[in-house]
């Protein structure tokens, strides 16, 4: 066990509608960190969120949004869903994010399929 | 930016023999190189990592090397027992950019 939760850990919607994923870090973690994993993509990092603040951004979709609360807890939101936005949904924290290469520990997922 | 690529992408052993699973990356700005394991159904567990200042490091039956100067790291597993099959991921990460780029992945195979 990682430490990290998501929720849900599986979710099946239809294609155009609006999901949120959800993900508490580690306790005393900073960094919250959301990754797609599907099968002819492989892991690819979406966002960063360092005490709050976006830190890092990779290929997010502009459908895709995220934000990370006070409390330190992120949600990743997915709108206008299409059939290939089907994938796991990871969520992954770390410590002190200025110190670089830190350790990232993942949560378990949230399956995501839009039929 | 950074692209990681892994070889092979499947890998059968013996149980009781080794695997070796290998890595390069491309920008020499990297400095952490982590593993990852993960199980079916299961999110990527950190089993071990490096850091550029470092050649080797070991943990029980599994060691990673990194070779800075032709930017490759390797993944050792000694001793592999049924419990080792999995997926097993390389990434690399630059200091001040922490975003991970990760390999495409090796299915690792233990026959009994």
């Known amino acids: 066990d990682s430490g990290v939760t998501q929720t849900p850990k599986h979710l099946i919607t239809a294609t155009g509608q609006r999901v949120t994923l959800r993900c508490s870090p580690r306790?005393?973690?900073?960094?919250v960190y959301w990754y797609q994993q599907s099968l002819d993509q492989g892991l690819q990092f979406l966002i960063q969120y360092y005490n709050g603040e976006e830190r890092a951004k990779g290929n997010i979709l502009e459908r895709f949004s995220a934000q990370q609360f006070p409390d330190l807890h992120s949600e990743l939101n997915l709108s206008s869903l299409e059939l290939g936005d089907s994938a796991l949904y990871f969520c992954?924290?770390?410590?002190?994010?200025?110190?670089?290469?830190?350790?990232?520990?993942f949560g378990p997922g949230t399956r995501l399929t839009v039929l | 930016g950074e692209n990681v690529e892994q070889h092979p992408s499947t890998l059968s052993v013996q149980e009781g023999d080794s695997a070796v699973i290998k890595c390069t990356y491309s920008d020499s700005a990297s400095n952490y190189f982590p593993w990852y394991k993960q199980e079916l159904g299961k999110g990527p567990q950190l089993i071990i990592d490096i850091r550029s200042n470092v050649g080797e490091k070991k943990d029980q039956r599994i060691a990673v090397t990194l070779n800075k100067t032709a930017k490759h790291f390797s993944l050792h597993i000694t001793e592999t027992q049924p419990e080792d099959s999995a997926v097993y991921f390389c990434?690399?990460?630059?200091?001040?950019?922490?975003?991970?780029?990760f390999g495409t992945g090796t299915r690792l195979t233990i026959i009994p």
């Open positions: 306790s005393g973690d900073l960094s």
């Open positions: 990434a690399a990460l630059s200091f001040g950019n922490e975003k991970l780029t």
């Open positions: 992954a924290s770390s410590g002190m994010a200025w110190e670089g290469g830190n350790e990232q520990f």
